[in-house]
Nanobody, 126 residues
Framework: QVQLVESGGGLVQAGDSLRLSCVAS????????MGWFRQAPGKERDFVAS????????KYADSVKGRFTISRDNAKNTMYLQMNSLEPDDTAIYYC???????????????????WGQGTQVTVSP
């Protein structure tokens, strides 16, 4: 059974940092595109960042460019999202996602991703 499990969320103040992790099990995603999405209350699930299988191609939403960094460790089947200079507008449930195909370079569409984690809450107070 394929599972993606996020961790690292929490309650922080504006300007603080958090590092989210996503551990995959049940199959390897070392050849797969992976990404982070987020969903605030009453809003759609939005793209945050994606990273290709080798880590050489990353893509970010404009709202997080320069503040967030996506990375991965294929040996650990783990993906990360380093979030710096957090803002109240970053408050959301953060989901990790993985593509079922191999070697796709990037995608900001949630329909690309076949596998999803259960989410981790990030709350940023003013």
């Amino acid at each position: 059974q394929v599972q993606l499990v996020e961790s690292g969320g929490g309650l922080v103040q504006a300007g603080d940092s958090l590092r989210l992790s996503c551990v995959a099990s049940g199959r390897t995603f070392s050849n797969s595109l992976m990404g982070w999405f987020r969903q605030a209350p009453g809003k759609e699930r939005d793209f945050v960042a994606s990273i290709n299988w080798s880590g050489t191609n990353t893509k970010y939403a404009d709202s997080v460019k320069g503040r967030f960094t996506i990375s991965r460790d294929n040996a650990k089947n783990t993906m990360y999202l380093q979030m710096n200079s957090l803002e109240p507008d970053d408050t959301a449930i953060y989901y990790c996602a993985a593509d079922s195909l191999s070697f796709r370079l990037s995608s900001s569409s949630r329909f690309t991703y076949a596998y999803w984690g259960q989410g981790t809450q990030v709350t940023v107070s003013p």
